[in-house]
């Protein structure tokens, strides 16, 4: 090897040394940056345990009034005049619409003549029955005769009481010329207007008592059969912003032929904020399971993922994606994501990362 040789290597010798050299001083300050960068954080702690969890069926119901009425009309004729208006309360006896009674007035008319002709001839024969009488009682006349006068005025009589009941029918038909509401509710269908003509069955109006609700709701035979009278009912509003809890009122035990359901109706308490055609999804319990939950202070949303944090052996924690259920009580199902014995952090901050050094400020089971 000669001299220009050498020369070349020992520049390249120590390059390499001084590489090698500024290599360690970084990993070596690498690692005390991660040593100063771990926080200690003192939060409550707690041990995931079993526990019984109620199994839940859920099923999409209606409210509706208990009490609702269709308001129609016995008499055919032309609507004069209404007197209410969708969205109106109305108490029981209130007037809410008539129609025009020309033609009752004119029945009328014609069975209180009837009545007067009735009375006329039922006055003269009793008038011959009482004068035909005396005579028979001296034999005057033969018994023949009397008894076709007799029979003259029982007639006479028997048309005199059909004469005042027809009278006494169409003036009976007259109340129905002037609906009044049967009940105190809310006017919820104003299905005619005025001038429209009125037909006996015909509703012109909808009338719902919504101080008295129930939900109406379908269940599958499975859940039919653990579902009893009196058993109280969950449940809660489509965007889950209430919830309120009913009694099974009407268990129907014959199915749907067409959906194989069998129908219930629960009873909601009185001075519920829900109103009559609103969505609920009822939740019946059909049995038990085991499970786990946690504290619903535990469960956080890190970045739109909803977890946990859980807490090592070394006393580090980890934020952990779980799978929720539902929530009562202040506790949370957890369906997948944590195992019984695990320790979670039920006290967590906005600050709180993964990594840190947790202190227990406070332990317990969950």
């Excluded at 954080?41 to 269709?70: C, R, W």
């Excluded at 008319?109 to 035909?132: H, M, P, T």
């Excluded at 509710?185 to 008592?209: F, R, S, W, Y």
């Excluded at 019946?284 to 807490?311: K, M, N």
Aim: glycine letters at 8%; charged letters at 15%.
């Amino acid at each position: 090897m000669n001299r220009r040789t050498i020369k070349i290597i020992k520049p390249a010798v120590i390059t390499l040394a001084l590489v090698l050299t500024l290599s360690a001083c970084s990993d070596k300050d690498k690692q005390q940056q991660a040593t100063a960068a771990v926080t200690t954080v003192s939060a409550h702690i707690a041990v995931v345990q079993k526990t019984v969890l109620p199994v839940i069926a859920t099923a999409p119901g209606s409210i509706i009034a208990e009490q609702q009425a269709q308001i129609a009309s016995r008499l055919m004729g032309f609507i004069r005049e209404i007197n209410v208006q969708e969205g109106q309360s109305v108490v029981k006896g209130q007037r809410l619409f008539t129609v025009d009674p020309s033609d009752i007035q004119g029945q009328v008319s014609q069975a209180r003549a009837g009545l007067a002709q009735a009375e006329a001839a039922l006055a003269d024969a009793r008038n011959d029955y009482q004068r035909f009488g005396t005579l028979y009682k001296e034999e005057a006349i033969p018994k023949q005769q009397w008894d076709k006068i007799r029979l003259q005025y029982q007639v006479a009589q028997q048309q005199a009481v059909a004469a005042r009941a027809g009278l006494g029918t169409a003036a009976g038909q007259m109340r129905y010329a002037t609906l009044t509401a049967p009940f105190s509710g809310i006017i919820t269908q104003k299905l005619a207007n005025v001038g429209d003509l009125a037909t006996p069955g015909k509703p012109v109006l909808m009338l719902e008592n919504q101080s008295r609700l129930q939900v109406q709701t379908n269940v599958s035979s499975d859940v039919f059969t653990h579902l009893k009278l009196g058993d109280s009912v969950s449940m809660q509003t489509n965007d889950s912003s209430t919830s309120v809890t009913g009694k099974i009122t009407r268990l129907v035990s014959a199915a749907d032929p067409a959906t194989r359901t069998y129908l219930v109706k629960i009873d909601l308490p009185q001075g519920t904020q829900l109103k009559s055609g609103m969505y609920v999804l009822a939740s019946f319990p059909t049995g038990q399971r085991e499970g786990v939950r946690v504290p619903q202070s535990a469960v956080l949303d890190r970045a739109g993922i909803t977890g946990v944090f859980v807490v090592d052996s070394q006393g580090i924690a980890h934020y952990r994606m779980v799978r929720v259920g539902d929530s009562s009580n202040g506790l949370v199902e957890i369906q997948a994501g944590l195992s019984p014995g695990e320790r979670v952090i039920t006290s967590a901050t906005a600050q709180l990362q993964s990594g840190d050094k947790i202190v227990n400020a406070g332990s317990g089971n969950v």
